[in-house]
C-alpha cells in the first residue's frame, strides 16, 4: 500500500490490514485503530478474535500486529481465517510466576530462555498465556522446562521441545574494572619524576664532594 493511501487511513482512524485463507488470495482490509489498539494491549494476538464488516461477523486468528518501535503506533495487522474443527500453529506467550528463591541469594540470578514457545491447539482452545512456576528454582543449574508450563486456560499439544529450557539460575558474572590507562600514566609519570630528583640530589653531593677534596688540597 502507497504511503499517501497509508496516511489517508491513518487520518481516518483507520489501520491497513490482510485477510489470509489457505488456498485463497489474501485480501486487503482495514480495521479501527482504537479497537486494534485494545486487543494489543488485551494480549490477544494469536488468538481468536471476531472480525466483524458491514455484512457479518466472523471468528478469525489475530496472527500477527506490525508496531513502529521509533513512534509505538500500530503500522499493519493480519488475520487469518481458520477452520474452527482442525488445530492450528501458533506462538503463545510464556511468563514466570512465583518466588525463585534464588533472586534472595546474592551473585544468582533467574534467567528467561523463552518468553514464547509454538502450540497446537483448536482455534477456540488456544491458551491465552503458558506460566512457568518459578518457585522450585534455588539452586545454580535449577531450571524449568517447556514440559512444565502450564496454560492460564484451554488446551494445548507443545510443538516446542517438551526439554527445552523456559528458565534457570545463574550465578551473575562480575566484570572487574580495568585502571584507566591515564590513571597509569600519571603513576608511571610520578615515580619518574621521583627518580629524576634522587638523580639530581646525587649530582649534587658529588659536586659537593669535589668541592670539598679541592679546598683540602688548597
Known amino acids: 500500500m502507497l504511503g ?3 496516511k489517508r487511513l491513518r487520518r481516518a482512524g483507520l489501520i491497513p490490514a490482510n485477510l489470509i485463507e489457505a488456498g485463497a488470495p489474501s485480501r486487503a482490509i482495514q480495521v479501527q485503530e482504537r479497537d486494534l489498539a485494545d486487543l494489543v494491549r488485551a494480549g490477544v494476538t494469536g488468538q481468536l478474535v471476531d472480525l466483524a464488516t458491514e455484512e457479518s461477523s466472523e471468528p478469525v486468528l489475530m496472527d500477527s500486529v506490525e508496531i513502529d518501535s521509533l513512534s509505538n503506533r500500530l503500522v499493519h495487522a493480519t488475520f487469518r481465517k481458520v477452520d474452527l474443527t482442525k488445530t492450528v500453529n501458533v506462538m503463545v506467550q510464556v511468563a514466570l510466576v512465583g518466588h525463585a528463591p534464588a533472586s534472595d541469594v546474592v551473585d544468582l540470578v533467574v534467567l528467561q530462555n523463552l518468553s514464547e514457545i509454538e502450540v497446537a491447539a483448536l482455534p477456540a482452545d488456544i491458551p491465552s498465556g503458558l506460566e512457568a512456576d518459578v518457585s522450585s528454582l534455588a539452586n545454580v543449574g535449577d531450571e524449568i522446562f517447556v514440559g512444565d508450563l502450564k496454560a492460564i486456560d484451554g488446551s494445548y499439544e ?16 562480575q566484570v572487574e574494572e580495568e585502571e584507566p590507562e591515564e590513571a597509569l600514566d600519571e ?6 619524576v621521583e627518580s629524576g630528583d634522587e638523580a639530581d640530589v646525587g649530582a649534587a653531593g658529588a659536586a659537593g664532594e669535589g668541592a670539598e677534596e679541592e679546598s683540602a688540597q688548597t
Open 187 to 192: 603513576e608511571l609519570l610520578e615515580q619518574g
Open 158 to 173: 507443545p510443538l516446542t521441545h517438551p526439554e527445552e529450557s523456559v528458565a534457570q539460575v545463574s550465578v551473575v558474572r
Open 4 to 6: 499517501k493511501k497509508v
